[in-house]
């Protein structure tokens, strides 16, 4: 059962273009965490956010977790080839275990 | 530190015979994860591990999966007997405590002919 839903599945994007990815859920997550996969990796850690509300950024991307920490989003401002990947999103609840989301497909073409 | 380390990368294996897929943690971490990933359905939860002990194996598609982990370094996943639509890509993942996030490791791309 996927607890957790992305959207878009796709996107297709030309270099520089902004854009955003969500993560949506009917449960309550202690915290929520976004990975990105390239092909033939594991997922890769990029942030945890655990307050409800709360936004951190790396760079050009920003993360929001929703207020009451059941939904979340991955913002990218100014896009380049090397944000290709999947993106994951992946929430935790207290007994730590992470359910990870269906996925977006990002593609940034030069 | 070297990461989570997982072997075989791949493997190739006909119907029928038993599969061994193997993970070291990164040390330290007191929580170890079992992932299969497929286009269809995506990144699954397996299995997971707390302090050596299995807490949550409700993933675990059917009684031909079975996983141990006998120290705090190192853990296997087993199928026996395996089948073609087994095949995907098996993901060991450790976590240090609860919510901080999981480090992944490469990936065992099993194929089952």
């Known amino acids: 059962t996927q607890l957790l839903e992305q959207s878009p599945q796709f996107l297709s994007i030309q270099e520089g273009e902004n854009l955003t990815v969500y993560c949506n859920s009917s449960?309550?997550?202690?915290?929520l965490q976004w990975y990105r996969q390239e092909p033939g990796e594991g997922p890769v850690l990029l942030v945890t956010v655990v307050t409800g509300g709360e936004v951190k950024k790396l760079k050009r991307l920003t993360f929001q977790f929703g207020d009451a920490r059941k939904d979340s989003s991955l913002h990218i401002t100014a896009a380049q080839p090397g944000d290709t990947g999947l993106y994951l999103c992946?929430?935790?609840?207290?007994?730590?275990?992470?359910?990870f989301g269906t996925g977006t497909s990002l593609t940034v073409i030069p | 530190d070297a990461g989570v380390i997982q072997s075989p990368r791949h493997e190739v294996t006909e119907m029928g015979q038993e599969v061994t897929l193997r993970c070291k943690p990164i040390s330290g971490h007191n929580s170890l994860f079992w992932y299969r990933q497929t286009m269809m359905r995506g990144l699954e939860l397996l299995i997971y591990f707390n302090n050596n002990v299995p807490i949550d194996d409700s993933g675990m598609p059917e009684d031909r999966f079975s996983a141990k982990m006998p120290n705090a370094s190192f853990s296997t996943l087993k199928i026996q007997p395996s089948e073609p639509r087994d095949s995907a890509v098996y993901f060991c993942a450790s976590s240090l405590r609860g919510g901080a996030g999981a480090f992944f490791g490469q990936g065992t791309r099993l194929t089952v002919v």
């Open positions: 992946a929430g935790a609840n207290t007994g730590n275990q992470f359910y």
């Open positions: 449960s309550v997550f202690s915290s």
